[in-house]
Nanobody
Framework: VQLQASGGGLAHPGGSLTLSCASS????????MNWYRQSLGTERDAVAR???????MYEDFSEGRFTISKDNAKNMMYLEMTDLRPEDTGVYYC??????????WGQGTQVTVSS
């Protein structure tokens, strides 16, 4: 199975972007799917998580501004980002995990928030 992230781009502060993550296989095979991000010179940090049964979890910085969702029928995961800030700039990665196996990573999509 492969994951492909898309939807990044340039946004102004306060603006919105929606990222997509397409899976080549059924996402119901995964116990959870995640969005991570990595800014220049920093480690890759968790952004949001959605479990197989649809439970969502957010980090402090993403709570209230970002919404993670998925469409099982389309094998897609999304990250709707609102009220974007310059510190949200980074490469965003999607990730899928089936417990007991190695996680699958998609390639990153660049998000730049700048006026």
């Amino acid at each position: 199975v492969q994951l492909q992230a898309s939807g990044g781009g340039l946004a102004h502060p306060g603006g919105s972007l929606t990222l997509s993550c397409a899976s080549s296989g059924s996402i119901l095979a995964f116990n959870e799917m995640n969005w991570y991000r990595q800014s220049l010179g920093t480690e890759r940090d968790a952004v949001a998580r959605i479990t197989r049964d649809g439970k969502t979890m957010y980090e402090d910085f993403s709570e209230g501004r970002f919404t993670i969702s998925k469409d099982n029928a389309k094998n897609m995961m999304y990250l709707e980002m609102t009220d974007l800030r310059p510190e949200d700039t980074g490469v965003y990665y999607c990730n899928a995990q089936t417990y007991g196996t190695r996680p699958i990573w998609g390639q990153g999509t660049q998000v730049t928030v700048s006026s």
